[in-house]
């Protein structure tokens, strides 16, 4: 009773910061009454500008650290909130006001257990960027090497844990008192988030996600990621490579650089597919404060605290999606969807269809670099209420991490897609992982799976095997005669038996 109270007085609060800057729309979308929407604007003074997303936005700057997190994360959910709203909150990027430097000071050495000066020979007081969860100071190493320390805020997981806390009891309230959101997994939303916070306030899983990413790329020259220094990183401090660069999105410096932001955008979008496709690993925070292009037109990505995953099955189905989309086929994009178990199976083929051929008929006669493919996910994504389709936020964290993509390209080469720049990778792939021979493969590790796991169906079958000749298979004699009577005594009725079995023998190797 004293949680829901408190969270009941917060939520208040909130409602008045929202009410501060035109914002309550959130609130009128989950259906409060009017009367209570008119008593918060009436004792606020409304301080509103921009689009009710860009109020959002700003209502979410003055709630707090946690209130930009779950901004951001909203944006990737384009189904809650809206396209529009959501665009508008991909720009929240979380830059807050500096905490004190002596305490970023006390942070480092209290993590690394040492004083700054055995730490650092050199090391700049100022940081050169705040954001909701950490701070950014410049150094070098005692040995030498140029550094960025990244370093949380004083008292930040308190603040998320009190605030996760207040999103899982409103997300709670919310699917109970409209069961129509649930489709939409208001909480599972919520855990999502959580997860997500509980990666960023742990530095060693960004610094591991960078590790992992700059494994993925050594192929290529034209992408470094910075090298992780873990003799400085703990859970609160991150230590990286220092780069010095240009922001991808500064084409007129980069051309007096003497860079060509057309090669930048080629070696984008092969950079891209590969994390996406190849990989199923990408950096989901490319907005142009986090790519750099260094002087030669080496790609120079930074901040690894929000990256997306995509397992093979998901990564296929997006291929095959897309290819049907794009020649217009909704046959097969119907059955993707379907065999993905993203429609579910009581929805009409037929309809589903229809619905895609609206989305795909459009762009069916454009020029491929007119085509975005970020847009034909946005548009399907649409569709899914109708279809009773679960929301699938790693699709929802690629289309927006898409769209973010296509927007620098297009900055980059008005007159270039980067999906047609990407286009003999992505056939190559298609060749690769969905051709004949890929099916054939795909079929003979099937296989091979199956065989390896003869041997504990082997051991699980003799246990059975055991307790039935120990104890006897006990049946009810009306089980016995029904068997009888439908079989004619024959042999049918035990096979039917031993086929009873096998299912049990399979779900206790399965259990």
């Avoid at 930040?156 to 069961?179: H, T």
């Avoid at 065999?339 to 609206?358: I, T």
């Avoid at 096998?502 to 190797?509: F, P, S």
């Amino acid at each position: 009773m004293i949680n829901t109270l408190h969270n009941l007085a917060r939520l208040v609060a909130i409602a008045r910061t929202l009410a501060r800057h035109d914002a309550l729309f959130p609130l009128e979308q989950a259906g409060a009454s009017a009367a209570l929407l008119w008593l918060l604007r009436r004792f606020v003074r409304v301080r509103a500008a921009g689009r009710p997303g860009e109020r959002l936005a700003a209502a979410m700057i003055d709630l707090g650290p946690s209130f930009i997190k779950f901004g951001q994360s909203l944006a990737v959910r384009s189904d809650l909130v809206g396209e529009d709203v959501a665009t508008d909150l991909s720009a929240l990027h979380a830059r807050m006001p500096p905490f004190p430097s002596d305490q970023a000071v006390a942070t480092i050495e209290r993590a690394l257990e040492a004083p700054l000066a055995a730490l650092y020979s050199d090391f700049e007081m100022t940081p050169v960027a705040a954001a909701s969860i950490a701070q950014v100071h410049f150094a070098v190493t005692a040995d030498g090497k140029e550094v960025a320390v990244k370093v949380l805020r004083p008292g930040i997981e308190a603040q998320f844990a009190r605030d996760i806390d207040l999103f899982r009891w409103l997300a709670g309230l919310v699917e109970w008192l409209f069961p129509k959101l649930r489709r939409l997994r208001p909480v599972d939303a919520v855990e999502a988030f959580a997860d997500w916070v509980a990666d960023e306030l742990d530095l060693r899983m960004e610094a591991a996600a960078a590790s992992e990413l700059a494994d993925n790329m050594a192929g290529d020259p034209f992408f470094r990621v910075p090298r992780v220094d873990w003799r400085h990183t703990s859970r609160r401090v991150l230590t990286l490579e220092r780069v010095d660069g240009i922001p991808i999105n500064e084409v007129e410096r980069l051309a007096a650089a003497g860079v060509d932001p057309r090669e930048v955008l080629a070696r984008s979008a092969r950079a891209f597919f590969r994390q996406v496709f190849e990989h199923g690993f990408f950096h989901a925070d490319m907005h142009p404060g986090n790519m750099f292009v260094g002087a030669d037109g080496t790609l120079l990505p930074v901040d690894f605290g929000i990256m997306g995953r995509l397992d093979r099955k998901t990564r296929h189905y997006l291929a095959d999606m897309l290819f049907g989309f794009l020649n217009g086929d909704y046959a097969q994009v119907a059955d993707v969807h379907f065999a993905a178990g993203y429609v579910p199976r009581d929805q009409s083929r037929e309809a589903f269809m229809q619905a895609c051929r609206a989305i795909g008929e459009p762009i069916k006669d454009l020029p491929l670099h007119e085509i975005s493919v970020a847009r034909l996910l946005a548009q399907l994504f649409e569709v899914t209420e109708r279809f009773a389709m679960e929301t699938q936020p790693q699709l929802l964290l690629l289309q927006k991490t898409m769209l973010v993509a296509e927007g620098v390209g297009r900055r980059l080469d008005p007159d270039t897609n980067m999906w047609v720049v990407a286009q003999p990778l992505i056939e190559a792939w298609m060749v690769e992982n969905r051709g004949p021979q890929a099916r054939l493969r795909q079929m003979a590790e099937d296989v091979a799976l199956a065989v390896g796991s003869l041997p504990e169906l082997a051991r699980v079958a003799s246990r059975v095997s055991l307790a039935i000749t120990e104890d006897g298979l006990r049946l009810h004699p009306d089980s016995v005669r029904a068997l009888r009577r439908q079989n004619g005594g024959g042999g049918a009725g035990w096979l039917l038996l031993l086929a009873g079995i096998g299912v049990g023998v399979i779900l206790g190797l399965l259990l």
